[in-house]
């Protein structure tokens, strides 16, 4: 579907550390570089998976002569296989994994100095807003949380203390469309970094640094992971020196994910391509049954072609992804009794695994925001989120339907 080759040879590295990080660069589509990417099979016994280095510290030939790692937060060769194969899906030369998504934005963020201003959305993850507002804020830096999809309200938030503008698009959980060039050339305008959080297109449906944004950051533990069983993160760059900012970063906080984390997400990641697909298909044909039946207000998702998003994610997204949300013509109550009816579609936070969830944002993934700023951008209590899974798309829509049915008794 998707005709993505690899922008170009980066093995430039000059340090033995740079040619392990950047070693083996699949070539081809996105598809192939998915499962090839960052893995070469082990030279030693032919394995084609790469093994989990499960080791703490490296044997040096003498004092400070090391083969390329000294010691397992600073590096190890199956973080780095996996940080190659990021680094490649998005388009980028240089990949850093964490150990949550969290930890990732907490690097960026790490990137600031007090005193600097930052530019967010206003619908974005709870957690996003969450770190913005109750610790980075007590590190004096400050936070304008704005509807970016309205570039005027973006342009008018710009302080001449901007550093960085936070953008999400597809936005957790409205399913807002913000365009990533005017973004990040506002950002740049104004002297400051752009970071786009990609976790919910993937670099299958979307690749921010191909429309100028600086870092892209990732939670390892919704697509790319896929499989429901395991928490990481991960920021990808094209600069050079971003990247050595962020690596010294990523090594002093030392939030950094074990290798086995790093081989579960690498066992992911060769799937992505199929998985998307599939995850697309089923979460189109829900939107569009879910906009025709009479129980549902409003639905949000990004391929319909009355979200006033749909231009712009044709021509930025390669399709419009697994997740959606919509409205149910009723309380707080009712959404949490429909969200609690469903059985295929299992109750719980998180999204992205070939398993399908549902939640209500109001209460479970964004309660950390106070209610009135979550209903002034839009986020209502009655507002129920889904994370199309891969499973059989009549059987998650009967599952909508009794759910729908059971709560309008
Ligand atoms: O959970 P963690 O791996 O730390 O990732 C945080 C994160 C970052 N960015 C986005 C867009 C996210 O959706 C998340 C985590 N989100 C959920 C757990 C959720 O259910 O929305």
């Not at 990417?37 to 030279?43: F, H, K, L, T, Y």
């Not at 394995?47 to 190890?76: F, H, K, L």
């Not at 190659?84 to 994994?97: D, F, P, S, T, W």
């Amino acid at each position: 579907m998707t005709d993505h080759t690899t922008p170009d040879d980066r093995q430039d590295g000059t340090e033995q550390t740079d040619d392990r990080r950047h070693g083996h660069h699949a070539t081809g589509r996105i598809e192939t570089r998915a499962i090839h990417a960052g893995q070469p099979p082990d030279e030693q016994t032919g394995a084609v998976m790469p093994p989990i280095y499960a080791t703490s510290t490296y044997v040096q030939d003498a004092p400070g002569q090391d083969r390329g790692y000294e010691y397992s937060r600073t590096g190890n060769p199956t973080r780095t296989a996996l940080e190659a194969n990021l680094a490649a899906l998005e388009g980028g030369a240089h990949g850093r994994a964490f150990a949550s998504g969290m930890a990732a934005i907490n690097t960026v963020l790490n990137l600031l100095e007090a005193g600097d201003h930052v530019i967010a959305g206003d619908d974005v993850y709870g957690g996003t807003y969450r770190i913005f507002r109750e610790v980075y804020e007590d590190y004096d830096l400050s936070f304008s949380f704005v509807d970016t999809t309205d570039l005027g309200a973006v342009e008018a938030a710009v302080r001449p203390e901007t550093a960085l503008v936070w953008v999400e698009t597809p936005t957790n959980p409205l399913m807002r469309i913000n365009d990533i060039a005017a973004l990040a050339e506002l950002a740049h305008k104004a002297g400051a970094l752009c970071a786009v959080d990609n976790t919910f297109a993937t670099p299958y449906l979307q690749r921010p640094l191909e429309h100028g944004a600086d870092i892209v950051s990732h939670s390892l533990t919704k697509y790319l992971g896929g499989h429901s069983d395991v928490v990481g993160g991960a920021l990808v760059t094209d600069d050079a020196d971003l990247d050595e900012r962020l690596g010294f970063y990523q090594n002093s906080v030392g939030a950094t994910p074990d290798p086995f984390a790093c081989f579960l997400v690498l066992r992911g990641t060769k799937t992505l391509p199929v998985r998307m697909d599939r995850h697309c298909e089923n979460a189109q044909t829900l939107a569009e049954r879910l906009a025709e039946h009479p129980a549902v207000d409003q639905v949000y998702y990004p391929g319909l072609s009355s979200h006033p998003g749909h231009e712009l994610a044709a021509e930025q997204m390669d399709a419009f992804g697994g997740m959606l949300s919509f409205e149910l013509a009723g309380t707080l109550e009712e959404a949490s009794e429909f969200v609690a009816a469903t059985e295929v579609f299992a109750l719980a936070e998180s999204l992205g695994g070939v398993e399908s969830l549902i939640e209500q944002p109001a209460t479970m993934t964004h309660a950390s925001i106070p209610r009135e700023e979550r209903l002034a951008a839009g986020l209502t209590d009655g507002l129920v989120r889904a994370s199309v899974g891969t499973e059989h798309v009549e059987d998650l829509w009967a599952d909508i339907e009794q759910a729908l049915a059971a709560t309008l008794d």
